[in-house]
């Protein structure tokens, strides 16, 4: 496993690598593009007014916004609605060269894109031995090793008996079980302590870096994403209002804009 | 064992076992797709059809029985394929609304293909009476209801629990919207769970018409009637609709020997209230259905 | 309509086009599709005074065009369409509207029956004493049932009442005792020394009945209270943190919905004659429920087109059966099993329904509506062009 830098560093101090200098805008074919996404609810409401974005391969990418910013929703609409949800879905979704909007879970799922949504991440009346039985189908064998340690001593216990952070990491680890090539993490650090955020977001740096995955970490708490994170955008009211690499801003930059009194 | 205890005991086994066999798929059918169906009645009445044409064209009970399940097994399935797939995401009164519009079309269907008269079979078991202890006996027709029973529920609690398509489906009735995002095929899943209902209440058709002389109508009365068996074992719960559906059929048949025949079914009713409320969740069933 | 609005009883749209009654065929009196009061919260004064205004104009040239104009198996089928009518709107009333399900309309009407039957032949016969007394007993069975009802949603209650329609059945079955296998006779309503006995009174009765329902449903529909069941109904948690008071109209739901059932009933028994607890099955009450949603929940006209559509099924296939009168063996068939025939069609017409049209009936007569509206402004544009391009020769 390659060095990789030290993800709890300040981003400021961190030095530019050749992964992160690979992962810059316009350097190669991206992994996923979004140009111009709408989301239209059924009840009208627009959760996406206009969104683009770009994922290069192996990419760790931040979405930041205000809760109702639209960040879920962008989220859903490149990874699926179902389709009770009656939702429209406009703008461009390419990935890996192909038209993928509009495409419900399961198909995006074939195609190698993963998503952890924000709520019920887990199901509460199976074992975690069940979960990666159920990911297993996808290829990994459920008796290889986690990548999430912590759960190897667990894998009795029914996942409704985890705690917050138990839960996260296993649905982290179903879904890398899945083998993505593309990883979208709703809300990860949603109710989980900061000490217990820090140690998942490294965890998840280093697996993704390991398997060059491509991840899209959606998250209200802009600081643990960051440090992760080679590129982020920032979303508010449906659209992008700002994007840029993550190692010339720092969270309290991030923070103004979010609540728009930067600039 | 005096005659009237017996009596009890064994009719009151084998119409448990008949509720609890209608009662396994209706709750695979909810656990799978959420779905609280009123039409088990019809699929029983189908199953219960093509197995009397099939036993009077001259092929032997198993093998009709066999054909019976499976013809309603793919016609459950194609049922949740066809129609209730597009369902999903109705409110649960629409589609138990739905499975009514179901059973009274399917009906229909039978009542035009066979006719409304009493279905007769000849008799396939001889009329054997196996002691037990004193005047406690039970008759190959007993014999093959609880067998078929204690088979059925065998193989869908393995299936459930041992075999990766069971985990699917108890990941599906655990959280179908997950269940999606982590590549289970949903509609795949749901459509064997409807499958696997449309095969249970066949066989519990076959049981009760090899056991009485019923005419179309009062078999697709029983699936309603298995309803307080359900609630009692818990709406969600497997197990839990065996032990009901024995404790309702040992109920209603203290009720038809110290009371009257006519109570039976008043009396089940209201053990259906009683249990709806005081305990929703009947004895097994999970917090989950305790509110719906 | 955008998605597949899965609420019952929310309207996607105003109907905007009302459709006349058709003239002189004796089987579509009935059949209008005029946008009616429908309690649309969003609706305006004005315009929802003037729906009223021809919907009840509507009625009116219906009720006289069969009154004067229709023979006695008219008049009889019309009875029986406003008897079903009255209780497939109190149906919506309860579920369309507060979001309360009941599986039991049978079972009340049987209250209302029975208690008719009984009070004609004691001597308490004159018109409208029994139907009033009725009316009262249902309002109480609605209250019984309400104040359990109250603890579940959805799901429960319907099986509660299902339940209780099982009870209650059993309870007349009883009360009928096994001498009297042909039930309760009903002597004919009388109004002193006036008997009411003809077809023409009775159809009198129902139909002005059903309009009186139709116009104070559709009053308080409109108002605070079908404010108050809309909230409930589509979340009962919120509505109650906006102050409305769940147990007062729940119960009011319950036992308003239940009297007029009974009022019903009590109007059946005249009709039918003879009481018998067999008629007030769960076959019937799952009959009115699928006569609502086939017509549309959630609007006053689609119950009522659903009561018109079972009623008259029937002979539609007797009249499907004549057009095969040159194949005996159809012919022969459909006229046999007509019974069977039909049922199978409202099965599956609510199957359909219910996967593409939530909105019954009235809704895919809307959108039929509108698409002849959008096909006659296309043939206009149509025939225009060529006019304008002449013009334009000639500056």
Partial sequence: MPATPDPLAPPSSRPATARSMAAHPGSGPALLEVAHLSVTYANGARGVQDVSLRVGEGEIIAVLGRNGAGKTSTLRGIGGFLRSEHTTVGGRVVFEGRELRGA?????????????????????????????????????????????????????????????????????????????????????????????????????????????????????????????????????????????????????DIAREYLGTSR | MSNDVATIVI?????????????????????????????????????????????????STGPAAILAAGGAFIFGGLVYWLAFSRLTGAEAFITSVATVGLGILVEAGVLLIWGPAIIVIPQLFSYQVHHVVGQLGFSNIDLFAMAV???????????????????????VANNPRLAVFTGVNVLVTSTLAWAIAGLTAALAGIVYLVGTQPDPGSIYALGLAAFPAILLGGFDSIPGTLVGGIIIGLVQATVAVYVGGAWQDVVAYGVLLAVLLLRPQGMFGSPQVARL | MTGGGKVPGREGERPTMTVPAAQGS????????????????????????????????????????????????TLYEGTLIATYGIVTVAQDWIFGRAGLVSLGPAAIMAVGAFTTARLSTEGWGVFPVPLLISFVFGGVIGLLIGIPGLRFRGLYLMLTTLALQFIISFAAEQYQGVNREAGFTVTPPSWGSLQLANPQPLFLISVILLGLVLLGLSGIHGGAPGRAWNAIRQNETAASVLGINLV?????????????????????????????????????????????????????????????????????????????????????????????????????????????ERGGLVAVGQRLGRGAVAAGRLAVRASAPRIRRTNARNP
Avoid at chain 1, 161 to 178: D, F, H, T
Avoid at chain 3, 41 to 70: C, E, H, N
Wanted: aromatic residues 8%; charged residues 15%.
């Fill in chain 3, 26 to 73: 004796p089987a579509t009196e009935n059949a209008t599709v005029a946008g009616r009061g429908s309690g649309d919260v969003g609706d305006d004064q004005a315009f929802w005074r003037s729906k009223t205004t021809i919907g009840a104009a509507v009625y009116l040239v219906a009720v006289v065009a069969v009154l004067f104009g229709g023979s006695q198996f």
């Fill in chain 2, 11 to 59: 009719n009151g086994l084998v119409n448990g076992c008949i509720y609890a066999l209608i009662g396994v798929g209706f709750v695979v059918i909810f656990r799978a797709t959420g779905v609280v169906s009123f039409a088990q009645g019809a699929f029983m009445v189908l199953g219960a059809e093509i197995f009397a044409s099939l036993v009077n064209d001259g092929l």
């Fill in chain 2, 149 to 171: 029973t204690v088979a059925v529920f065998a193989v869908v609690l393995f299936g459930l629990h041992r075999t990766p398509v069971g985990l699917r489906m108890r990941a």
């Fill in chain 3, 248 to 356: 007062r109209w729940k119960l009011a739901a319950f036992i308003g919905s239940s009297a007029v059932i009974a009022a019903a009933g009590s109007v059946y028994a005249y009709q039918i004659g003879q009481v018998q607890y067999t008629t007030f099955s769960l076959d019937l009450s799952l009959t009115l429920v699928v006569m609502v949603f086939i017509g549309g929940v959630g609007t006053l006209i689609g119950p009522i087109i659903g009561a018109v559509g079972v009623v008259l099924l029937p002979q539609g296939i007797q009249e499907i059966s004549n057009l095969f009168s040159g194949m005996p063996s159809v012919s022969g068939w459909l006229q046999l099993n007509e019974g069977i025939v039909a049922d199978g069609i409202y099965g599956l017409l609510l199957l359909l329904l219910l996967i593409f």
């Fill in chain 1, 104 to 252: 419900g879970p399961t198909k995006t799922f074939r195609r190698g894109i993963v998503l952890v949504p924000e709520r019920e991440k887990v199901f509460p009346a199976l074992r975690v031995s069940e979960h990666l039985q159920l990911a297993g189908a996808h290829g990994v064998r459920p008796s290889a090793p986690c990548a999430f340690e912590p759960l190897e001593r667990l894998r009795d216990r029914r996942a409704g008996l985890l705690s917050g952070g138990e839960r996260q990491m296993l649905a982290l680890e179903v879904a890398w079980r899945s083998q993505p090539r593309l990883l979208l993490v709703d809300e990860a650090s949603l109710g989980l302590a900061p000490v217990v955020v820090k140690e998942l977001m490294s965890r998840l740096r280093s697996t993704a870096s390991e398997r060059r995955t491509a991840v899209i970490l959606v998250d209200q708490d802009a600081s643990s994403a960051l440090r992760v994170a080679d590129r982020a955008y920032v979303i508010n009211h449906g659209q992008v209002t700002w994007e840029g690499a993550t190692n010339t801003v720092s969270a309290a």
